[in-house]
């Protein structure tokens, strides 16, 4: 383990540049650093990287602004990868998206960059990801924050224990009459849940891999490994569970990261890497969700924006059958759209793909829905063979008079492909987020007309149109003063007067492809400036002589 | 530095028994008041945040062994937010008897929170030390946190610059409220110059307000059909910023009292919410002062105003987190606020005021299982001692008129407006309808110390009440033990309970090899919880109020000497040895 890492940083240091692509594993924190100073140092003029803050565990919440100029004055989408510290994936997609984003030919970055920005947090829960690198493996969300998650006054006094001592934490079964688990009768390597009411018979509990290490008769219920990033957060929050802390937004990550992105006005979407997928699974309006004033669900408007995303993002990656997942309470990505008032996009970026049965090794088709075998399946159609342990007896303090074996699947493989399909991942995901840069709203002047009712009196008619997919902003965000309106200004000189109109004026938000009228009556001569600007828009300005 | 204020200590002592011509053998003692306090405070005024810090350094230098004072943190401003720890410090950890958390002017318009709070504090130091024994006895067992304002930076703003009653009730951090882009760029504009903004009004023959025949300070609208002379243009103002609009954006504009982490909900659904919980640097130096405080057991929080007594839920969704059994203690203490707060009412937020998601009462119980009130001071009652007729306006002209000396008053005077032309301004000052008249501050403040006295008084006070050994066949012995709880106010809410907010009590015997202990749920029918792990050290989810538990331990041998410790984090300690 050790060796290796030391390795990908001494070929790190030896390629620069070429890192990525010779990078043989996930991002260890030292490599994540590494690859952050080396994007600063080769592209000074397009990205600048700063430390948001620093976890309890002494890691850097790294924040990557990636514009030309004044980035604030662009449209801007937020990138956030580490959503949950199990899911190294999203760190690979957050900062391989920069890299590659910004090793395209350099006008078609300076382009871009001049109508839009973007902020990427690579890694939000990087105590947790240090967990795929440490001695004892095991998936892991929660920072370096000693919490208390069975709340009996001690902490961290009863995590995993690593029984057959092959470095990973994988699942323990006990043989008992009173388990509510079979054997997998797809495939026997694996347990299922018995179903009572069909008369069928459990054999085994089923566990993680530990031990009751200060016996009060629960399993590996406070280990190491403390408030996670993905339940602290304020929308559906429920405190005092494991993990979510005794208030949202408790967590120095947590709070360095909304309160930049509540000052950063320009941003329209978020798209993180996590758990959640709105991208290749859009959701469905319900009125039932938007009914009550705590709303539950997407405004119809928002939901539409999001069938046209993923549409873009489904064409793009060209991959079926993703999971459906419900959201974790205090989830981040729900956050960004119900608290934040952003469009919000996730995607886990990979899952176990379903595979055909393999008619040559006299596979049938799978009866029941479990995630262990369809990734055996899986594995073995890639030729993968080493992230299975078979079960094995081991001595069970807790069980002296029980047969318990340890085995299962490897941590972590479930959401995270083996590193070498991790490229063209990184590859799909930056043209997707591209693409979303160019659905990002933006205004423009159309349809200007000046009539002059007499001398020395105009009216001016012009619309607004906003030429992008996505509105202006969001319908959740119409109330949020966290999201500023389309600001109109007219610029007179000195002998010109607003008769009728407003000389200032705030649009509300304008839909995808929509527009707003406006006319105003002026008196006086000469030249008038009319500009019309907002963080999610950017500005747009026109002179016209009366 | 010490030595210099020492000295000036010495010199204002001695100027005001100079000035005030008092000296203790004038003096004869007024029942329940110190007479002879050592240090004196007016409590017919208002002081800014420069005179609440005096005040408090004043009252930590007196009474060393009475007042901790220390910072829970600094304002948006960097002022540091005070809290004075209120208890006998000589006997006992002050962090670890039952204690309550007072603090005030959250709203930093209803700024008399922060005189009640330091009233509190001043009292209950001065009257302990002329000997008072029930004082005495309360600050033994008990300790309070008091913080006299937490919103001190918008609180000064009330003080010195123009305001209403009603602004600002946000703390300082600028807020762009019209979403154009410009941040706190068109407030109020004391136009006069006076410190109040006052309304603005012009003739108008199509006007909707005469002068009032009876008084010619008030504007009434007149009936259908009748012909008004004036119109009403809002508070003094002028439209900054060119935008059509005047006092649109002034300065901050949210409510810290929408900042708190229990069914917290975002500014478009609840108007005033900030970004998050304790997002705000006030509210989050509290909630970290009282993270590290577990044995707060009670809580007040001052407003003003209308004379309630308030409890959550804020919100009818959060109605199901009140349980009956904890509504039952908050409408013990809530009837008995009634009694000696006259005019006030016990109410409860979400139905009897307004539904509010995030509020500090509701953080304080929902979040730490707490229990607290807000007390919305000043009522019009207090004017003449009687409700509410059917025109409470006309009350408060009557009232300046008939015991304010017309104090309360900016008389209408003419002012040459940028947009509306000739005007006049005039109104009530923004120390009226909201904030007490002087000669009524402290009598009220004392009736309010006097409530937060019974809440704390009513935390938990543990004792063993029973030690009872037995001897068993076999070479054992059977110790049976109950615990006491002698106040009103659980060890923890069922609220705590539910969530497990805080760690159980613990009740531990020595004295002897424990080799099994357990709970006896029915001591009569002898039914028992035993308790596997650790069973020299039982733990109990709760110690009721008025109430007790009782528990078992089976000790090797035959012994007879025991003791028994209790410790309970928001019910202080006990123990016993027979």
Known sequence: MKKHYLFSLFFLMLCGQGFSQNQLDYSSEAVLNQRVKNLSQKYPQWIKSSVLTQTQGGKNIWLLKIGIGDDTKKPAIAVVGGVEGKHLLGVELAIGFAEQLLAKPSDSVQNLLQKHSYYVFPNMSPDATEQYFAKLKYERNGNANASDYDRDGKVNEDGFDDLDGNGKITMMRISDPTGTYKLNPDDSRSLILADAGKGEKGLFKLMMEGIDNDKDGQFNEDGEGGIQFNKNNTYNYKPFGPGSGDYPVSEKENRALLDFLFDAFNVYAVVSFGPMNNLSNPLNFNPAGVAKRIISGWYEQDVKANSLVSERYNKILKVKDAPRVQADAGDFSQWAYFHYGRYSFSTPGWWVPKVAPDTAKRERALQNEDPVVSYLRWAASQGITNTYTPWKKVNHPDFPDQVVEVGGIDPFVLQNPPYKMVPELVHKHTQFLETLAQMAPSINFVNVKTEKLSDGLTRISLDVLNEGDLPTYTKVGDRSYFLKKINVKLQLNNNQEVLSGRRMQNLESIPGKGASKLTWLVKGSGKIKIEASSPTTGSKSIELSL | ?578
């Open chain 2, 1 to 578: 530095m010490k030595k210099k204020f020492l000295y000036t200590l010495a010199i204002c002592a001695g100027l005001s028994g100079i000035a005030k011509a008092q000296k203790p053998e004038q003096i004869l003692a007024a029942v329940g008041t110190p007479a002879n306090p050592k240090v004196t405070v007016s409590w017919n005024r208002y002081y800014d945040y420069g005179g609440i810090t005096e005040i408090c350094k004043k009252l930590a230098a007196a009474h060393p062994n009475l007042v901790k004072l220390e910072s829970m943190g600094k304002s948006f401003q960097g002022k540091d937010l005070w809290v004075m720890t209120i208890s006998d410090l000589k006997q006992g950890n002050p962090d670890k008897k039952p204690a309550m958390y007072i603090d005030g002017n959250i709203h930093s318009n209803e700024i008399q929170g922060s005189e009640f709070a330091l009233y509190t504090a001043w009292y209950l130091v001065e009257m302990f030390n002329q000997g008072n024994p029930a004082v005495k006895s309360l600050l033994q067992e008990k300790t309070f946190y008091i913080a006299p304002t937490i919103n001190p930076d918008a609180r000064d703003h009330f003080f010195h610059q123009g305001n209403t009653a009603h602004s600002p009730r946000t703390g300082l951090i600028p807020i762009d409220n019209d979403r154009d882009g410009l941040i706190n760029e068109d407030g109020f504009d004391d136009l006069d110059k006076d410190g109040h903004i006052t309304m603005m009004r012009r003739k108008n023959p199509n006007g909707r307000y005469i002068v009032d025949p009876t008084d010619n300070r008030r504007m009434i609208m007149v009936a259908p059909g009748q012909k008004g002379e004036y119109e009403l243009l809002g508070s003094e103002g002028i439209d900054n910023d060119g935008d059509g609009l005047v006092n649109e954006d002034g300065d901050g504009a949210y409510d810290p009292n929408r900042d708190w982490a229990w069914g917290w909900q975002p500014n478009y659904i609840q108007g005033g919410a900030y970004k998050y919980p304790f997002s705000l640097p006030e509210s989050r130096a509290v909630v970290d002062f009282v993270m590290k405080k577990p044995n707060i057991a009670a809580a007040q929080s001052y407003h003003n105003n209308g004379g309630m007594i308030l409890r959550g839920p804020g919100s009818p969704e959060d109605l199901d987190t009140y349980n009956s059994q904890d509504v039952r203690v908050y409408d013990a203490l809530g009837k008995k606020g009634e009694e000696l707060l006259p005019g006030y009412r016990y109410l409860v937020v979400y139905k009897d005021l307004y539904s509010a998601f995030g509020g500090e009462l509701d953080w304080f119980y929902g979040g730490r299982g707490v229990y607290t009130f807000s007390n919305e001071l000043w009522t019009s009652f207090t004017m003449y001692s009687k409700p509410d007729g059917p025109d409470s306006q006309s009350k408060l002209y009557s009232f300046d008129k008939d015991l304010l000396m017309q104090d309360a008053f900016v008389d209408w005077k003419t002012y040459n407006h940028p947009t509306y032309g000739e005007i006049e301004i005039g109104g009530f000052k923004k120390t009226y309808t909201r904030l007490h008249p002087g000669f009524l501050l402290e009598s009220d403040a004392h009736r309010n110390m006097a409530f937060s006295v019974y809440h704390a008084y009513n935390t938990p006070k543990l004792s063993v009440s029973e030690l009872s050994v037995k001897p068993l066949a076999g070479g054992f012995t059977e110790v049976t033990a109950v615990v006491n709880n002698e106040r009103l106010i659980p060890t923890h809410s069922s609220q705590d309970v539910k969530h497990k907010i805080e760690v159980p009590d613990v009740i531990s015997l020595t004295g002897g090899q424990v080799v099994a202990g357990m709970i006896v749920q029915n001591r009569d029918l002898g039914i028992t919880e035993e308790q596997k792990s650790d069973p020299a050290n039982i733990k109990v989810d709760n110690i009721p109020g008025y109430g007790f538990v009782t528990v078992r331990w089976i000790v090797k041998g035959n012994v007879k000497k025991f003791t028994v410790n209790v410790t309970s984090k928001k019910g202080g300690e006990a123990t016993y040895s027979n």
